[in-house]
């Protein structure tokens, strides 16, 4: 299991062992996996779990599998309970950046230690999002980091992870949990892991009013911001903005100006 080509392998052979034609959602479980890996004389994974995360978070499924989708629809996997996996034909299944939207300057307030030392991108964005407060500015709410990489188990879904939580406060007094997933340039938000992030909200803190976003940098100085709401049926974006980070004197009195004529 050295190679992502053998993941796809397993992947594609899982799907259209249980594929019928007009199918939505197809169900599988993890022995399916082993059982596949060893009929195609690659061996029992060392790590079985990794071969569903990686179409799940990483990168699409095998080109094989996305040309049997339903028209205008993506597979994704999603979890189903514990070891169990389905695919499900959605609307949606990544979220990148739109390179018609416009930019907005902020102040980069990073500390200039903590830009040095970031070990990943990831890492890299979170920070930048917490010192900068830009999940406030992008939500018009006063937020507070709670905990990162959050590792919990949803009752309907199994073992999750977040990568922050935080909670708000707006001036009516109402209360927010906002979950935030950070991807790096080259990656892409699943739509699956918003997913999670809502069912993780919705099953710790019931009581709160839960706002999910995605972030990911398209530039070292470029973050684009995503909100997401569930349209009834499926999750959708209704929100997105671009953050440039500039230092104090990047910011002129022209783009003020600008700022001040802009409307929601």
């Not at 992870?161 to 935080?166: F, G």
């Amino acid at each position: 299991m050295a190679t992502l080509s053998n993941y796809e392998r397993i992947i594609e052979r899982v799907f259209a062992e249980r594929f019928h034609r007009g199918d939505s959602e197809i169900l599988f479980d993890r022995d399916d996996i082993i059982r596949v890996a060893q009929e195609l004389g690659i061996g029992r994974p060392k790590n079985v779990g990794d071969v569903v995360y990686a179409f799940r978070y990483r990168q699409p499924l095998p080109k094989s599998v996305r040309a049997r989708a339903p028209r205008g629809r993506e597979w994704v996997i999603r979890p189903a309970g514990p070891s169990q996996y389905k695919f499900c034909a959605v609307r949606m299944a990544w979220v990148s950046p739109a390179a018609k939207y416009a930019e907005t300057k902020v102040p980069d307030s990073t500390p200039g230690v903590i830009s040095r030392y970031a070990l990943s991108d990831e890492q890299a964005l979170l920070a930048k999002l917490r010192y900068k407060r830009l999940i406030d500015i992008f939500t018009g709410v006063t937020c507070y980091s709670l905990q990162n990489h959050l590792r919990t188990a949803v009752r309907s879904l199994g073992q999750v992870e977040t990568d922050e939580l935080y909670v708000g406060i707006d001036k009516r007094g109402a209360q927010y949990v906002i979950p935030v997933q950070a991807k790096g340039g080259r990656d892409s938000i699943s739509i699956v892991q918003i997913e999670q992030d809502m069912a993780v909200c919705k099953e710790k803190f019931p009581d709160l009013i839960c706002r999910p976003v995605g972030a990911q940098f398209m530039r070292s100085d470029l973050i684009a911001l995503f909100e997401f709401e569930d349209s009834g049926d499926e999750l959708r974006v209704s929100s997105e903005k671009h953050y440039r980070l500039v230092s104090p004197k990047g910011l002129t009195a022209r783009d003020l100006q600008a700022y001040r004529l802009r409307q929601e």
